[in-house]
């Protein structure tokens, strides 16, 4: 990134990759929020993170995690499954923007698209 807060042709094009599908994937950070493209097929890029906002989001509003199991292998088929359940007490403006970023597709995630 430029001093202007441009990106430079490198940055783009990584960018761009990954919006199409061409993202490497590398497993880094906690399980409990990673994305299920990366468990299906190891691919990453900003619609990862969306994932994981939409995961932090929950947590802030409830204090869990949105998928906990005993074991990562279980949370990991939880969250390939997108099993996710919305506590009663929560705005439904709340569920909807956790709902939108925590899209099974990652380029409909709401920030992914063009």
Not at 30 to 56: H, K, Q, R
Request: aromatic share 12%; glycine share 10%; charged share 20%.
């Amino acid at each position: 990134m430029t001093m202007t807060g441009m990106l430079q042709m490198d940055e783009a094009a990584s960018f761009s990759g990954a919006m199409t599908g061409g993202g490497r994937g590398t497993f880094v950070g906690t399980p409990l929020y990673v994305a299920p493209e990366m468990l299906d097929s190891n691919l990453s890029g900003p619609f990862t993170d969306l994932w994981a906002l939409g995961c932090i989001i929950f947590q802030c509003l409830t204090g869990e995690v949105p998928f906990r199991a005993n074991y990562d292998f279980q949370v990991f088929q939880m969250i390939s499954e997108r099993k996710l359940v919305f506590p009663k007490y929560l705005p439904v403006e709340a569920i909807d923007l956790i709902d939108r970023l925590m899209q099974r597709d990652p380029f409909i995630r709401l920030g992914a698209g063009p």
